[in-house]
């Protein structure tokens, strides 16, 4: 077929140049090579200049070397970091034969060309990670470097481009997490970074921006260590709390599972853990892990915290369900459940569940060759016997169009090759609790999957 479209094209083509050379209209006659029709786009000037700048560093006994963690993991990366229109070019290095052989390569366009602008230096088995803020506010872009030194060691570094070079403003601190945000509302980002300190304890300390540098004002404790930070499942998360101040949600996995969580903020010009308990020193939220973490799940501007509740099974399968309370906070740390859940991890989406279902329902899970399926029950205070209310099923397989419309089944969305669907069924007729199919389309929700190699 490709062959046959790519005859058509050229006998066009050809037929064209006829019409051209022998009309009437007085065209002068063209003459076109048909191999050109088929030669590869040529790159910009300037690309082809900094390819060669690339393979000239290689060729001085360097191998490109990405950073391997966080969003940033491209060998070469494009960023306007000046503001003047133009982006650009970083490449990241390794040349084990020199004394600091982490390299991170900044050139500048020039016209139809690039040049090397500078090059930042530093030390260790790898580039761990790279993130870009304007720190002060001048529209110019703050570079933070996160330095892997040894397995267990990252040394986070700040840079900020100057006519004058290169200035570290921040010099190689030992971290395990940071977040850049403005948490004092002063629209400028202030920097917190996240270490153990002398005695193991997790801290918190909180960088502002002053006499044309960074430097520590003020540092707050935090519940977890730092191995229970570490890893794919720590996370620091930037939000709001309910009256719209800005907060740092810090989270972190202990033993048996254990989600522990700190809220960071700015109160009354002091830097402090809100929910950190003023009787035992840890927070007051810990609870399971669930594979959830801090997150605006009903886009109303306000993080709102996971709290999962175990929920009763059909089958009396202790511990296996849980409804999740999405609790949002205020200034002091205080509470409140503004959304509940449930979260099916394991089959890719959640429900949230109306107000007044609250504990009168029950939940099972089965699972069979193409579908897997939950089942919600009423659930009597009375002791009459629970009735099944509604079913949702992830359908797979090659005939899952056929097997999406069996019954009295309504499709609620569809995902590569998975089509889920749900179906009223008879209890929900007569519960006080009902539920439409228009409810169940507008609660239902795919879970996003977050595509990150790493954090910072």
Not at 87 to 95: I, V
Not at 398 to 417: I, M, P, T, Y
Request: overall charge negative; glycine content about 8%.
């Amino acid at each position: 077929m490709k062959r046959r479209l790519q005859r058509i094209f050229l006998l066009g083509m050809l037929l064209l140049l006829v019409l051209l050379g022998t009309g009437c209209s007085g065209l002068p006659k063209v003459t076109l090579n048909p191999h050109d029709l088929y030669s590869l786009p040529k790159l910009p000037t300037k690309y082809t200049e900094l390819n060669n700048l690339l393979n000239q560093i290689v060729e001085g006994g360097a191998e490109f070397a990405a950073p391997t963690s966080g969003t940033n993991i491209q060998t070469v990366q494009m960023l306007d970091l000046n503001g003047d229109g133009n982006d650009e070019a970083l490449a990241f290095f390794r040349n084990s034969a020199d004394e600091k052989p982490l390299k991170i390569y900044i050139f500048t366009a020039d016209g139809d060309s690039y040049e090397q602008s500078t090059v930042i230096e530093g030390s260790g088995t790898s580039i761990y990670s790279i993130e870009y803020s304007d720190l002060d506010g001048d529209g110019l872009i703050e570079l933070l470097v996160g330095w892997k030194v040894t397995t267990e060691q990252q040394a986070l570094s700040v840079y900020a481009l100057r006519p004058s070079g290169t200035e570290e403003l921040i010099r190689g601190t030992d971290y395990v997490k940071y977040r850049a945000a403005d948490l004092n509302q002063d629209q400028r980002k202030e920097l917190v970074v996240l270490h153990a300190d002398s005695e193991g304890n997790g801290v918190a300390d909180y960088y502002s921006w002053r006499a044309g540098g960074l430097a520590v004002e003020s540092s707050a404790r935090i519940s977890m260590n730092m191995a229970e930070l570490s890893g794919q499942q720590g996370r620091v998360v930037s939000g709001a709390l309910q009256d719209g101040t800005p907060a740092l949600f810090v989270t972190g996995v202990g033993e048996s599972a254990r989600a522990i969580t700190d809220i960071l903020v700015m109160k009354d010009k002091e830097f402090t853990n809100v929910v950190l308990s003023a009787v035992t020193g840890v927070s007051t939220e810990i609870t399971l892990f669930r594979a959830l973490f801090p997150t605006d799940i009903n886009g109303d501007g306000v993080t709102e915290v996971p709290w999962p509740v175990p929920l009763p099974t059909w089958d009396d399968e202790e511990g296996s369900y849980q409804r999740i309370e999405w609790r949002a906070y205020d200034i002091n740390g205080q509470a409140e459940t503004v959304l509940s859940t449930y979260h099916a991890i394991e089959d890719g989406w959640y429900l949230r569940l109306p107000e007044n279902w609250g504990d009168h329902i029950l939940v099972s899970r089965n699972a069979a060759p193409g579908e897997i399926s939950v089942t919600f029950y009423a659930r009597s205070e009375s002791g009459e016997p629970v009735e099944a209310v509604l079913r949702i099923t992830a359908i797979t397989g090659s005939d899952r169009e056929n097997r999406a419309v069996r019954g009295n089944r309504f499709s609620l969305k569809r995902w590569e090759e998975t089509i889920y669907v749900a179906e009223l069924l008879e209890g929900n007729e007569s519960w006080q609790y009902r539920i439409t199919e228009d409810e169940v389309c507008a609660a239902f929700n795919l879970i996003d999957t977050e595509w990150v190699s790493g954090d910072n």
